[in-house]
């Protein structure tokens, strides 16, 4: 079935330290793909998407492109600050999930100053 | 802020008690979504409201029932509930499924202790 793996951390960086967390997935036909942010004490929010091969996502200094060879949909972040502490759960969807988002297991993040 | 507004934001209960989680959303979205959420875990799938009527029902036992009164509200009935309910309950929406819109939009959440 469909599936979506990444690193689970938690991951502690230093405040302007770059970021990346690596997402793979599995998925029958050509999912879109997704990073979703949790901040401490909320609920999930969407930080970027891509919908087809080749495709980069980008918001708030976050980005991440969709690559069909690799299976894979990165984050990175140039320079990381102590408010991108948080969750991001790497997650994507398909034609045939029946309405379902297929969510990673999330990785922490904590930015120290 | 969120769009989607959830209601208690906090709430203890004993196993033999009866409450509601309630949610809100005012954009218009058909499709309505309740999750499960343990720390440090990704959301589990719990019910999805397409056009107010029950889509999916992922195995919940009957001690969680959910409600769509009208297209903009989602309730959750709780009753008997065991000490490992505990859990965050996160509504959710999105404009119309989410295979076809791809987004979802979170509530903050409930979150609930049963003793």
């Known amino acids: 079935g469909d599936s979506v793996t990444q690193m689970e951390g938690p991951v502690t960086l230093s405040e302007e330290a770059f970021l990346t967390i690596n997402c793979t997935y599995t998925?029958?036909?050509?999912?879109?793909l997704f990073w979703y942010v949790q901040y401490p004490g909320e609920g999930l929010q969407l930080l970027l998407k891509?919908?087809?091969?080749?495709d980069k996502g980008s918001n708030k200094g976050f980005e991440a492109t969709y690559r069909k060879e690799t299976t894979s949909f990165h984050l990175e972040k140039g320079s990381v600050q102590v408010s991108d502490s948080a969750v991001y759960f790497c997650a994507l969807t398909t034609k045939t999930s029946y309405d379902k988002v297929i969510f990673g297991p999330g990785t922490s993040l904590s930015v120290i100053p | 802020d969120t769009e989607v507004t959830q209601t208690p934001k906090h709430l203890v209960m004993g196993m033999t008690n009866k409450k509601s989680l309630k949610c809100e959303q005012h954009m218009g979205h058909r499709a309505m979504y309740w999750y499960k959420q343990k720390a440090k875990k990704p959301p589990e799938l719990m019910f999805v409201?397409?056009?107010?009527?029950?889509?999916i029902n992922e195995s919940v036992p009957s001690r969680f029932s959910p409600e769509c009164p009208n297209s903009s509200l989602l309730n959750l009935h709780l009753h008997a509930l065991q000490p490992e309910d505990s859990a965050l309950y996160l509504c959710?929406?999105?404009?119309?499924?989410?295979?076809?819109?791809?987004?979802?939009?979170f509530g903050e959440g409930s979150r609930l202790t049963v003793l």
């Open positions: 998925a029958t036909g050509y999912p879109s």
């Open positions: 409201y397409s056009y107010e009527k029950l889509s």
């Open positions: 891509a919908t087809k091969a080749d």
């Open positions: 959710a929406s999105s404009q119309d499924l989410v295979t076809n819109t791809g987004e979802l939009f």
